[in-house]
């Protein structure tokens, strides 16, 4: 168990619809990152926030956004659903930012399936 | 251009002996860290084990050690005694110093790992 959460495991959901994925970090932990996993694109990261605040952008679609709220969980929304959405979402948190050394615990992930 | 490839899609072993997962990597950077991961057939991403540009020591963690070669740009992970709980696809990342910027990992593609009784 690495101390990531990640609410709910299993979503299913219709094209065009919206839905929110729920992230806990590590205690003590200040930066969240979240990754797409997909058959076709592999792991891609899609965005961090440090302590609240976006700290940087990967790949990540306009129809998705993210925020940290200020007891550190992180909510991914991802709206306008399409079939190509589909995939693994993971959760990552890290102590801090600026190491490389710093190493990113995953949560169990979110397994989204758009019908 | 891709940053860190595996070569192997694909790797078998017998229980009990060691097995070597290709890793390589392609950075710029001088101060950068090298990571694996094994993903279960369950799904969860577990650390393994890490690796940083400025270590001298190759990187050991219990059955997991990290053959690294800085030189050919290359961070090999040998698993010894290999068990079958093992079984999984194994994941190289590498996260890139990057000053004020994301710490975000890039990841290869996997290999998936067997182990036959």
């Known amino acids: 168990d690495s101390g990531v959460t990640q609410t709910p495991k299993h979503l299913i959901t219709a094209t065009g619809q919206r839905v929110t994925l729920r992230c806990s970090p590590r205690s003590g932990d200040l930066s969240v990152y979240w990754y797409q996993q997909s058959l076709d694109q592999g792991l891609q990261f899609l965005i961090q926030y440090y302590n609240g605040e976006e700290r940087a952008k990967g790949n990540i679609l306009e129809r998705f956004s993210a925020q940290q709220f200020p007891d550190l969980h992180s909510e991914l929304n991802l709206s306008s659903l399409e079939l190509g959405d589909s995939a693994l979402y993971f959760c990552?948190?890290?102590?801090?930012?600026?190491?490389?050394?710093?190493?990113?615990?995953f949560g169990p992930g979110t397994r989204l399936l758009v019908l | 251009a891709q940053k860190i490839t595996q070569t192997q899609p694909g790797m078998f072993v017998q229980e009990k002996e060691a097995v070597t997962l290709d890793c390589t990597y392609d950075?710029?950077?001088?101060?950068?860290?090298l990571f694996w991961y094994k993903q279960p057939s369950s799904g969860e991403m577990i650390f393994l084990i890490y690796q940083g540009s400025y270590d001298e020591q190759n990187a050991t963690e219990g059955r997991y050690s990290l053959n690294f070669q800085k030189a050919r740009k290359s961070a090999n992970l040998v698993i010894s005694a290999s068990q079958l709980g093992d079984s999984a696809m194994y994941f190289c990342?590498?996260?890139?110093?990057?000053?004020?910027?994301?710490?975000?990992?890039?990841f290869g593609k996997g290999t998936k790992l067997t182990v036959n009784p």
């Open positions: 990342a590498m996260r890139e110093d990057s000053q004020g910027g994301s710490e975000k990992l890039v």
């Open positions: 990552a948190s890290s102590v801090e930012q600026g190491r490389t050394q710093e190493t990113q615990y």
């Open positions: 950075t710029s950077d001088q101060s950068y860290g």
